[in-house]
């Protein structure tokens, strides 16, 4: 039984900060890279942002580079997505994902290669 729970959403206004978490049980995460991704109403699920197993390399969308930060605590089972100068158009659900192969060293963008899924944070950010 593997699920993802994800933290840490709410309403800000623009320019303001949140910090999203997402608590893994059922699977130790240190050996596979995970992500985050969002959904606004009416659009497809989009690619965030991802991190490789080890935390030494990260991915980011072009619409969220130098705002967003994601980063893990293997100890922890948790991986996080730090969300810095927040926009309007930022609002989305955001959903956190196990990529499904261990010790995975290749584009970690396609979303259809990860397996487990969280239910999702709401963030809203008004204008």
């Known amino acids: 039984q593997v699920q993802l729970v994800e933290s840490g959403g709410g309403l800000v206004q623009a320019g303001g900060s949140l910090r999203l978490s997402c608590a893994a049980s059922?699977?130790?995460?240190?050996?596979?890279?995970m992500g985050w991704f969002r959904q606004a109403p009416g659009n497809e699920r989009q690619f965030v942002a991802a991190i490789r197993y080890t935390g030494g390399n990260t991915y980011y969308a072009d619409s969220v580079k130098g705002r967003f930060t994601i980063s893990r605590d293997n100890a922890k089972n948790t991986m996080y997505l730090q969300m810095n100068s927040l926009k309007p158009e930022d609002t989305a659900v955001y959903y956190c994902?196990?990529?499904?192969?261990?010790?995975?060293?290749?584009?970690?963008?396609?979303?259809?290669?990860?397996?487990?899924w969280g239910q999702g944070t709401q963030v809203t950010v008004s204008s």
């Open positions: 994902a196990i990529h499904g192969r261990r010790f995975y060293i290749g584009n970690l963008y396609p979303e259809s290669d990860y397996d487990y």
């Open positions: 059922g699977r130790t995460i240190s050996t596979y890279a």
